[in-house]
Each structure stands twice: as C-alpha cells, then as structure tokens.
C-alpha cells in the first residue's frame, strides 16, 4: 500500500469517527501546517489558531474529501482560506518579527549578517509580499508542494502560479539585493 | 533558471530562503489538536468513496427497483374504460355519450 492510500485509508477512517487515524494524520501534518499559516499571518498566536481550526475541520469534515487530492494539499487549501479570512479582518496588522529592529529596505549592509538576523530579514521581505504572491513562494519553497498542487490549493491555474512565483521571486530579489549573505551560503553548504 | 538582473542570483535567493527557520507547533497546540476528537465527538459520517459503499448501493437500488416493479400495478389496459374515468374527472362529466356516433 503506497503513502497516498494509505492516507486515504487513515481518512476514510477519520470519517469515521476514529480518534486514532485523526491523531495519525494529525502528527504527520501540524507542524506543516503551522509553518504555512505563520509564513502567511507573520503571528505565532494567529498561525495557531489556523492550524487547530484546519484539523477541526479535519476531524468534522473527512467526509467531504475527495481522493483525488492529496490529504497536505487539502489541509493546505483549508488553511489557506483561513489564513486569507484573518488577513481580511485585521488587514495587515504590525507582525511579530516586523517589531524588531531592522535594516531599512534598500540600505546597503557593511557587516555580514548572522543567520538569525538574515532570518529576520527574509521574514520580512516575505511579509512585504502581496499576499498571494507570499502564499505561492510559501507552498512552492517552503511546504514543498509542485506547481500544480500549489496551483490548487491557491484555487488558480498553473500558469497564474508561475506569475506569481516569478513576480514574487523577482519582488525579494530586489528587497535582498543589499544582504550579505556568505553567512548562510556557508551554513547551507555544511 | 539563473537571474543575475539586479545580482541576486536564483542559488542566492534559495539559499536566503532556506536561512528562515521552521517554527515549532507549542505543546499547549499539539496538546489541543490531539484533543479534537474528545473535546468534538460526534457520529461516524458516510464515506462515499469505497468500493463496498459503491456496491451497497447498487444492490440497494436493484432491490428498490425489482419491489417497485411487482408491487406498482400495470396501467396499461386495452379498453377505453381508464380514459373514459380520465375525461369524466378532467371535463366535469361523462363525455363518452357525446362523441360517439
């Protein structure tokens, strides 16, 4: 039995009403969907609250999924539409790491950042995104989905995914051009 | 897919992004999504996408089908008796006598 069935199996029994199969599909997609909630709100309290609402409708909606997706692409998609309907309401309040002290946008750095600080500034720079924009990197880089998964979870076409991959792309290379970064190519590498 | 427009090249960029760190999901998170199922119970939904569902209802339908069937009488008469009955509740009286010839 492959992975896909057998989360299609851990579904249908999530359906249900076995707490065991949720738990199961719980554990194997929270922090996932913790990380892509807090890269769209830039708020640990908001991106929680996301996260426990997409695996409520987890456990009361299984029914509704429909096997042809996979089971990340649907929570995905959930959260997505949760994350979009808190960013409505509150229309972009000051987020956590925007509160810190910061390089100014488009000031040159004459010191070599640490990782913790390039971190900081790439958060940012992704916070500085229109919002699809980040959500598309966002799926693309960080969930590791493929264009067309993103694409569905975004309710959009692939082709519409690549513009918004590429302009997004294009917006932090400009916001990041002044970072000195031999820091992290030198932390990734090892 | 190399860029070197503005000098930040694509391996640049990814390798930035690779710099943010994941957050962890808190205890007290886990702790609440873990207790969805007690906090939530409910009935068992149906599940439409087995191929057992699938077959039930199909045997259910044939099963509705061949009842229908023997229990609903045949309308079919060759007599004029059941349309005579039809144009006396449909014109208010019996209009049999009016057209013969």
Known sequence: MTDIQDEIELMRRTANGDPAAFRTLADAHLTKIMNFAYRLLHNRTDAEDVAQETFLRLWKDAARFEPRARVTTWLHRIAHNLCVDRMRGRREQPSETLDEERVAPGEPVDRILDRHEVAGEVDRALAELPERQRAAITLVHYQELGNIEAAEVLDIGVEALESLLARGRRSLREKLANLKWQEVQREARG | ?101
């Open chain 2, 1 to 101: 897919m190399k860029h070197e427009g503005n000098g930040l090249s694509d391996e640049r960029l990814d390798a930035l992004l690779k710099a943010a760190p994941d957050v962890e999901p808190s205890a007290s998170l886990m702790r609440a999504v873990a207790e969805i199922p007690l906090r939530h119970p409910r009935a068992a939904a149906w599940w439409p996408f087995g191929v057992r569902r699938w077959v039930a209802v199909a045997a259910a339908a044939l099963a509705a089908g061949v009842v229908l069937g023997v229990a609903v009488p045949d309308f079919e008469s060759d007599d004029d008796a059941g349309l005579d009955a039809l144009s006396t509740v449909a014109m208010g009286g019996d209009l049999s006598e009016e057209v013969a010839p």
